[in-house]
């Protein structure tokens, strides 16, 4: 057996020279899918009578074997390395050329090199493998302690060939490795996405409801003033946080999967569906005027509940964003083709260079206290109306005030 300096790679572990375990792992297996590398081994080992060809994957910091056809008991096994420095297929990756060589012992260059003196072989020859892509995988090449005629064209030329067939083979087989595991790491996200929202849906909302049913009933039962305020306050931050919970289940269904749903059918009484969201939010806020003008003369086919959410939404930020000294104006009606709901506000404008950012995710208005949030109400709205298959846009001046205007189909075809 000739002497070598071979050491295992080991599992999970990190290679002390710089490339980790499992990428020299992925490798390896990448080549043992190549069905056409043992025969081509063989082929060079018959054609040459060397003994020992091996595919190595090559780095500055490792070689390892990929595929072997040994014959001289050189010992190594796909998986086993060598000290990269000892080796000629290093000078081979840094100069990007073939080397061959018959007879070491007499040849002008490298009768005096320490890798034939070191593994005590007579003839080399190695070629790159460099990939179509232009990554450098490793070397195709072939030793032998006997000389050999390979430092010739017909030899060389084989060689060349079958690295370039293996490369081609192998970056198809790299290609479709990265394919199955962005495959599987988009399973496991979606996995991931549907235990976020069932956490947001469930596990979060639960314990949230028990708190909005008990300080509503303390705020009840309470006789002192300032204890049933406090009971009312907790209300509101439990209403509060439920709405924050809602709009990031939203936004995660959206984004993680696929869009915000909407169960569009015809709506008997959108009039009152949409009334009493202004009700609700005037309830809630009766230091606020809020103006209604509603006149729907047309069928209208839409998601009820999803309808509601936006002009409630429009509603809100409106007296949140809006003059405090100014009513809060909503128009509703039907066209020929569109349910037209209208939110206008007096107040400061919004800034031109910030019109075209007031439907993205995260982005907030005003950060002045009393006025914080998410940043999710308007993108969110913006998907729902998008999901109806709808438009919604703005207008924002000093003169004419804010105006949001939502516009959806009568009819879904």
């Known amino acids: ?41 063989q082929i060079l080992c018959n054609v040459t009578g060397m003994g020992f060809a091996a595919v190595a994957r090559v780095t500055d910091g490792t070689w390892t074997a990929c595929a072997v056809d040994d ?53 080399y020859i190695s070629v790159p493998i460099v990939l179509p892509d ?23 030329g084989m060689f060349e060939g079958f690295a370039v067939l293996i490369a081609s083979q192998l970056q198809n087989e790299l290609k479709r490795e990265h394919e ?24 979060l909302r639960n314990p949230l409801q028990a708190i909005f049913a008990t300080s509503e009933l303390l705020e009840r039962r309470l006789t002192d003033a300032v204890h049933a305020n406090m009971a009312a306050r907790i ?14 289940l939203d936004f995660a269904r959206a984004r993680l999967g696929g869009g915000i749903g909407v169960a569009i059918e015809p709506v008997a009484d959108i009039e ?62 039907t066209t020929n083709s569109d349910l037209v709901m209208r939110v206008w506000n007096d107040g400061t404008p919004i800034p ?14 005003s950060n002045e206290a009393g006025r914080g949030g998410l940043g999710l109400g308007l993108h969110i709205c913006s998907q729902i109306v998008r999901a109806h298959g709808g438009h919604l846009t703005v207008t924002s001046n000093a003169t004419q005030g804010t105006e949001f205007t939502v516009s959806l189909p009568l009819r879904q075809y």
Request: charge should be negative; charged fraction near 25%.
């Open 1 to 41: 057996m000739l002497e070598n300096n071979t050491r295992s790679a080991s599992p999970g572990a990190i290679n002390p020279l710089g490339d980790t375990a499992e990428e020299i792992a992925r490798d390896i297996e990448a080549v043992s899918r190549l069905d056409a590398v043992p025969t081509l081994l």
């Open 71 to 123: 014959r001289i008991q050189f010992g190594l096994e796909p998986g086993g390395q060598l000290d990269v420095q000892t080796t000629l297929c290093i000078e081979s990756r840094a100069m990007r050329e073939v080397i061959a060589i018959d007879q070491a012992s007499t040849d002008p260059r490298y009768r005096d090199h320490h890798t034939p003196r070191l593994y005590k072989i007579e003839s």
């Open 134 to 156: 232009g990554r450098y995988f490793g070397n195709l090449c072939a030793i032998d302690p006997r000389p050999a005629s390979v430092a010739n064209p017909r030899v060389i």
């Open 180 to 203: 199955a595991s962005a495959l599987r790491d988009e399973r496991a996200s979606g996995e991931l996405r549907d235990q976020f929202i069932a956490i947001l849906g469930h596990d």
């Open 235 to 248: 209300r509101a931050s439990a209403r509060r946080m439920s709405a924050l919970i809602d709009d990031v």
């Open 272 to 333: 009152s569906a949409l009334s009493s969201v202004v009700t609700e939010l005037q309830d809630g806020k009766p230091n606020r005027r809020i103006q209604l003008d509603i006149a729907i003369d047309s069928p209208v086919e839409c998601d009820v509940g999803r309808t509601q959410q936006v002009l409630s939404n429009l509603i809100g930020n409106a007296l949140t964003h809006g003059s405090p000294d100014s009513p809060v104006k909503v128009y509703v009606a």
């Open 352 to 365: 031109a260079d910030n019109v075209a950012k007031i439907f993205e995710p995260f982005w907030r208005q």
